[in-house]
Structures are given as C-alpha cells and as structure tokens.
C-alpha cells in the first residue's frame, strides 16, 4: 500500500510559478513511477508529467519547457515545478504511483492516488 499527500497548491496570476509536492509512504517508494495528472472542472482527467524508477521524464506537450518533475527518493517526494503558468493551467492536480510499466498517460496505469491540490491561474 502507498499513501500519496499532495500539497504546494494555491492561487498565482499568470506568468508566475508554483511547486508542487507529493509525499509517499512506504518504504518502497524507489521501486514506483509517479505520475501527476490534472483535472479541470467538466474535463477529463488529463496526463501532465511523469517519471520512472530510473528518472526518465516524460511531459504532455502543453507543459513541456514550463514544468518540471523530479524525485527524490531519501525523502519519498515527488514534485512539480511549474513555470509560466497560464490561466489553462487551473486544473485540480494529482499525483499517482504505479508498479506497472503500463503507459504512462494513461490513468488506468496507476494503482494510487492522492487526494488532489487545487491550483488557480488568473489571468
């Protein structure tokens, strides 16, 4: 079993910058990918960022030179910076853990969730 606890959410006015951060329990949080996906009100859950055990990264092309997503494994942390933030960037964010090597845009891949952190971009 994981526990994933996103936080670092908040309101910014566009251009600005946020950090997200998702904290995992378990001690085997090296042996995971994470994901962070996102959700806007009446969309679809949408990819955001991934990365795997080894630290490959991989973005949806709407993020991609904004945001960035690291681990650190001694502090079983996952985080998402995020730059340049636009007003299409408000969205619910979630982080997600798989054991799987299933795709890793797909939510179905990932076998746990955290709760979510709302994030507002004003224009």
């Known amino acids: 079993q994981v526990q994933l606890v996103e936080s670092g959410g908040g309101s910014v006015q566009a251009g600005g910058s946020l950090r997200l951060s998702c904290s995992a329990s378990?001690?085997?949080?090296?042996?995971?990918?994470m994901g962070w996906f996102r959700q806007a009100p009446g969309k679809e859950r949408e990819f955001v960022a991934g990365i795997r055990r080894d630290g490959s990264t991989y973005y949806a092309d709407s993020v991609k030179g904004r945001f960035t997503i690291t681990r650190d494994n001694a502090k079983n942390t996952v985080y998402l910076q995020m730059n340049s933030l636009k007003p299409e960037d408000t969205a619910v964010y979630y982080c997600?853990?798989?054991?799987?090597?299933?795709?890793?845009?797909?939510?179905?891949?990932?076998?746990?969730w955290g709760q979510g952190t709302q994030v507002t971009v004003s224009a």
């Open positions: 378990g001690r085997t949080f090296s042996s995971y990918a």
């Open positions: 997600a853990a798989t054991s799987t090597t299933g795709s890793f845009a797909r939510p179905g891949t990932y076998n746990y």
